[in-house]
C-alpha cells in the first residue's frame, strides 16, 4: 500500500497540478502541500481529505485509496504516541480463555472462531496486542497477521481485512498490521514463510493473485529477499495479463472463498496460525460471509481466529437492518460453543484498582473515597480511567507528596472531560440513528434530571407517555446503546457520569433553564417532601432562576434534616437559604413568602444553636403584623407556631402560653381565612396550650387539651402543580407550614404531645394510663425513620417518665441507648439529657462522687445549648442523687437553684417534689422538725392545688413518716389513707406500694 504523502504526490502529477495551484484550489497555503508531500504533516481531519479530492477531481476508487492511507497512517501513528503508555490490567481472566483456546487449537489441530467485543475504549486492543505479544514470545512456531475493516466501506474494497492478512502473510509490512509492535518483532517468521505462501497462493488460490493481493508487488518481495519459489513463471504470465497488478474485485467470486480457504490451510500445516479480525462491525457483507465459510473449514488445521468487535454498532443494527455480523456471531457461538469474550461485562472496580496500582501510578496514597468516585464517573470503562487519571496528573489535581507517592489535590474537577473521552462520547451520541432526534432529546432532558432519573419524570418533562419512554430507555437506550441501565422500576441510571456531565454541557444556557424548570415542576408533582427530594427540587430551581422556590425547598430539606437528626447538614442547608435569598433580594416577589422563610429560617437555627430569641424579636413583630395586614391565616398560624416553639423552649412559659392563646384565638375566630379551611388549627392549639399547661403545672386543662390535639391524624403536606409563569406559582403552599404543622424542634408532633400527655396524667394521680399514653409516643416514633429527633424526644420523655415512677432499671437502660445513639449521630442535646438520667440511674445503684460530677457538668452543657426547658427537673433529680450520696448541704443548694429557676419561667410542674425533698434533706441532717413539717406543708398545698394526686401522695408518705417518728400516728393516718384509697389503679408502683406498706405497719 502506498503511503498518504505518496500518492497525493502521484494524484498531483497526474493531473499535472503544481503544489501552488493545488494549494489554491484548496484554498490553503503552498507550504502545506509541500509538507503533506514530504510527510512531514497530515491533513488535521478526514473532511479535509475529502476537500483535497475533490481539489484533485478523483474518482471514487482513487478517493477510496487517499482515504485509506490516510486512516491506515492515523492508526499507526497513534499507535506508536500510544505505545510506551498504554496499560494493561485487571484483564486477567479475559487473557486465560484466549491461552486456553489457542492451547485447544495446538493439542487438538483443529481450528477455532471466537470474539472479543466491547464498546469503544473498552479495552479490547490492550487484550489483543497483549495476547499477541505472549503468544507470539512463547510460541516460536505460530505465525500471526491481522486485518482491519474500514468505516469506508466504499466499491472497491470488498475483504479489506483479508486482503490485509494475506499481504502481511506474503511478507507486505506495510499494512496496519505490520506496523504493530510484536508482528514487527518477529517479522522474520513471516519473511521465511513467503516461499510456502507463494506456492501456495500459486497452486491452491490462483486467482487470489491480482484481487486479494497485488501481483507486482508479491513478485518484488520475493525476488527482494531471494525466496526459491517453483512456478514463478505463472506468477510472472498472471502480472502480463494485469499489468497494473490489480484485476476486478467484486463480490461475485464464488471459488475465492474455497481458495482462500486451501491457502491458509496450506500455510497451517507449516505453522500454526493466529489471525486477528478487527473492528468487524465496519465489515463488508462479503467479508463477513468470507469468514463464515472459512469457519466451516477448519477441521484438522491449528487456526485461531479472533474477530473483534464494538457491542454498541452491532445492537445498533445496520441501515435500520439487523447487522448481518451478529447472525454469524449466533451461529459460530453455537458451532464452537464459546461465548464472545464481552469486556463490557468485566469487574469495572478490580479494574479501577488495577490501574491505580500498575507502574505510572505508583506508589500512591490514593483513598479508598477517590477509588470509588473514580469508578462512579467513569464505570470502570478502561479508556475513560486512564484519561480521567492522565488528565488529573497533567492538571496537579494529582500530584506527589514529599515522598514521591500520587496523592488527591484538594480539588478534582471531574467534569472536566480529556479530548479522548469528549471525542468518544460525541461519536457515541452522533452515531445515535439519523431519525434518532427524539432519543437526544430525552438524553438532554435526562443529564438535567441527573446521573440517576426516574422515566417518569422525563416522560412528563418532554410530553410523552411514560410507557413509550420506559420503552426507549430500556429497548434503545439502554439495550442497543449503552448510554444508560435500569435501576429498578422506571429508575435508570447513566452508564457512568462521563456521559451526563457531556450531554448536560452541551446545552446552551437558556436551555438548561427551561428544562430545570420543567424538571422540577413535574418532580414537585410527584413526589413527598423528604430531605433528598428537597435539596432536588431546590437544586433545579436554582440553576431554573427562581430563587425564592429554590430558598423554600432549602429550608425544607433542613427541616427534615433537623427531624432526621441531621444537624449539621440543616445548619448548611438554611445558611445556604439565607445566602441564596440575601443574594437576590430584587427577585423575590413575594412578601408573604419572605415572611415565612425568614421566619423558618430563624426557627431553624434557633433549634441547632440556641440563639436568643430576643435578638429575632422586632422581626417576628413585623412578620406578625404584615401577616394580619394580609389576613393570611395560614401564615398567621406558621407565625405563632414558631414563636410558641422558640418561646417554649426557652422555658419562657408565660410568653409561650400566650402565643397559645393567640392560636386558640385564631382557630376560633379566623377559619374563614385560611387558604386551606380544612386544616384543624383548633387541635395545633389544644396541643401547644396543653404542653404549655402540663409543664405550668395546671395538669387537669393539660391533659384535657392534649387529648383532644391527640385526636389529629398526622397530615402529609403534598405539593402542587407549578404554573409556568409566575415564580410564586412554584411554592406549593403546603410548603410554608408542612414541618411545623407536624413538628416542632426536629420531632414529630404526634410523639410529642402525648409525652406530655403521659407527664399529665401521671402527676393527676393515674399512673397506669400514664404508662399507655407514654408508650404510643415511643411506639410512634419507632414507626418513623430512624434515628430521628423524635426518637431521642420519645426515648428521653420515656426515662424521664420512668423516673417519675421510680423505675430504676428502665431509666438506666433508656438513658445508655440515648447515650450511644446521640454519640453515633453527634446529636448534643439528648447527649446531656441522657447523661443526667443516666447519672441518676447510677447513683441509685452506686454512691461515687463522679457521677453526680457528671450529671452537673451534662445540665451546664444542656443550658448552654440554649434549651432551658426541664432544667428545674434536672436540677431535682441531681440533688435526689446528692441525696443518696449522703451530700445533703449540696443537696439543699440545687434544689434552691432549681425552685428559683421554677419560679422565674413558671415551670411549676415538679415545684411540689422540690419543696418535698427539701423536707427530706432537711429531716437527714436533722433540723427542727417544724422547718421540716413546712416544707411538707408547702409541697401539699401546691399538688393540691394542681389536682396532682401523684405528688401529693408522695408528701404525703413523707409527712406520715414524720409523724410516726414524732408520735403522732392518730393523725398520720387518716390522711394517708384519705390519699391511697383515692387512687384507682397502678398498685403495684412504687408509690403505691410504699403507701401501702405504711398502713400496714399503722394497722
Known sequence: MLKFRELLKQFRTREKLTQAKLADRLGVHHNTISDWERGKYQPQNLQMVLDLSQALELGQADVDKLLLAFEFHEKVTNTHK?????????????????????????????????????????????????????????????????????????????????????????????????????????????????????????QAGPDLIGTFLSGPALLTRITAIQAEVNGLDVLKAKIAGHPSGWGPLSAQHQNLFEQYTQVLRILSRQNPLLLILDDLQWADNGSIELLFHLSKRLANCPILILGVYRSTDVAMGQYGDRHPLERVINELQFYFGHHPIDLNQTDSKQFIKAYLDSEPNQPNRLSAAFQEALLQHTGGHALFTTEMVRSMQQHRELCKDGNG?????????????????????????????????????????????????????VAQTEGEDTLHMARLLSNVLDKQHHLVTLQGEQRYRFRCKLYQYYLYNSLAKHEKKILHKKIGSTLASFYDNTEAKAMDLARHFRKAGYYNAAASYLILAGERALHSCGSEKALIYFNNARTLLQNHLDTLKCEKNAIDQKCRLDLGRFVLDGHSIQDEEHTYTHSFDSCLSMLDADLIHSVLMRLWACHFVLAELTVAYEFGRRLSYLADNFRELADEPHLPYSKHAHRVIGATYTMIGVFTAAFEHCEQGAEMNRIRAGYASFDNHDEKDVIPDSIRNSIFFDNFHGSNCGVIYPAYAAIARWSLGFPEQALNISRESTDMAQELNTP??????????????????????????????????AIEEELSVWLFAGKIMQGWALTQQRQTDAEISAMRQAIDDWCATGTKLFVPYFLLILAEAQAVAGQNEAGLTTLAEALAAAQ???????????????????????????????????????????????????TVISLTRLRLRQGRQAEALPLLREVYEWFTEGFDTPDLKDANALLEEIA
Open 82 to 202: 500510544e505505545e510506551k503508555t498504554n496499560v494493561f490490567v485487571a484483564r486477567e481472566k479475559e487473557l486465560a480463555q484466549l491461552d486456553q483456546l489457542l492451547e485447544n487449537v495446538l493439542q487438538t489441530r483443529q481450528g477455532c472462531v471466537a470474539f472479543i467485543t466491547g464498546e469503544a475504549g473498552s479495552g479490547k486492543t490492550a487484550l489483543v496486542q497483549e495476547f499477541l505479544r505472549l503468544t507470539l514470545r512463547s510460541y516460536p512456531s505460530i505465525v500471526a497477521a491481522g486485518g482491519n475493516c474500514s468505516t469506508y466501506q466504499g466499491v472497491g474494497y470488498f475483504y479489506l481485512p483479508f486482503c490485509e492478512i494475506i499481504e502481511l502473510l506474503t511478507y507486505n509490512m506495510e499494512t496496519r498490521w505490520g506496523a504493530e509492535a510484536s508482528i514487527k518483532k518477529y517479522a522474520h517468521r513471516l519473511q521465511t514463510l513467503i516461499p510456502v505462501t507463494a506456492q501456495a497462493l500459486l
Open 405 to 457: 507517592y500520587w496523592i488527591e489535590g484538594t480539588e478534582l474537577n471531574w467534569q472536566r472531560l480529556p479530548p479522548k473521552v469528549e471525542g468518544l462520547i460525541r461519536e457515541r451520541i452522533d452515531r445515535l440513528p439519523e431519525d434518532g432526534s427524539e432519543l437526544k432529546e430525552v438524553l438532554k432532558a435526562a443529564s438535567i434530571a441527573g446521573e440517576v432519573f426516574d422515566a417518569k419524570v
Open 788 to 821: 430521628s429527633r423524635s426518637m431521642f424526644f420519645a426515648s428521653g420523655m420515656s426515662s424521664f417518665f420512668h423516673h417519675l415512677r421510680r423505675e430504676t432499671d428502665i431509666v438506666c437502660k433508656r438513658s445508655f441507648s440515648i447515650i450511644e445513639i
Open 904 to 954: 422565674k419561667s413558671g415551670e411549676r410542674w415538679i415545684e411540689a417534689e422540690i419543696y418535698r425533698m427539701q423536707g427530706e434533706l432537711l429531716l437527714a441532717q436533722g433540723e427542727k422538725d417544724a422547718d421540716i413539717e413546712a416544707k411538707y406543708r408547702c409541697a401539699l398545698d401546691v399538688a393540691i392545688t394542681q389536682k396532682a394526686k401523684s405528688w401529693e401522695l408522695r
